[in-house]
């Protein structure tokens, strides 16, 4: 579903060249639920970014439902991004002057759908995420996994083929992360896939398949039970 051949990304500092990913081939079948792990500048982030189109490899190959991600125009990149990939950001990246349910609508609005037609959708969509009775909050209004919970639905609202989810908890406390860890185990269950990049353990055991990345390059690639530890 998900295909690298060979990918590598390199960034120009000044004079200097960082290979921020190095010749990376990794397969994500439909359904899977893989976590990605390295420490600090080991690729985490580049290889989302190349994943969910919002960059390009320096050299090799990356495909989405066998769409290529490489050698295409921003403006495919764009519609291949708000139609295909979910993604779930650390800082939710909610507008303020919106209700729940109008960030959830959002991506759909975007696409021209009036938001009475998108409305019960994403009303639907924050029940599944346990927000039922929150639609018409702001987002000044909810906690922090409540915000989180929204994006998780925002997210869900086009059907994407894969959700994205960088540190998807790095700004809850423990027992909320726990919550939306589960969460997203449950949207696996269901058979959506999902790639989420953390740097906690326990957090990638709730994966079905935890990669590391060490300097750029695939370091590890295990299959666990998919139970959280």
Known sequence: MIE??????????????????????LGI???????VMGASGSGKSTLLNLIGGLDQPSS???????????????????LIRRR?????????????ILT???????PLLLEGIPYAEVKPKAVELLRRVGLGPRTEHRPEELSGGEMQRVAIARALIAEPAVLLADEP???????????IFALLRTLHDRGQT????????????YGSRIITLKDGALAGDISTGGEAA
């Open 169 to 179: 908890t790095g700004n809850l406390d423990s027992h909320t992360s726990e919550e």
């Open 4 to 25: 690298l051949k060979n990918a590598s990304k390199t960034y120009r500092r000044g004079a200097q060249a960082v290979h921020a990913l190095r010749d990376v081939s």
């Open 194 to 205: 999902i790639v989420m990049v953390t740097h906690d353990h326990r957090a990638a055991a």
């Open 60 to 78: 090799g190959e990356v495909f989405i439902e066998g769409r290529p991600l490489h050698g295409i125009s921003d403006h495919e990149l764009t």
């Open 100 to 106: 729940a349910a109008e960030n959830v609508a959002l």
């Open 84 to 96: 295909h990939i979910g993604f779930i950001f650390q800082f939710f990246n909610l507008l303020p």
């Open 29 to 35: 079948r439909r359904g899977e639920f893989l976590s």
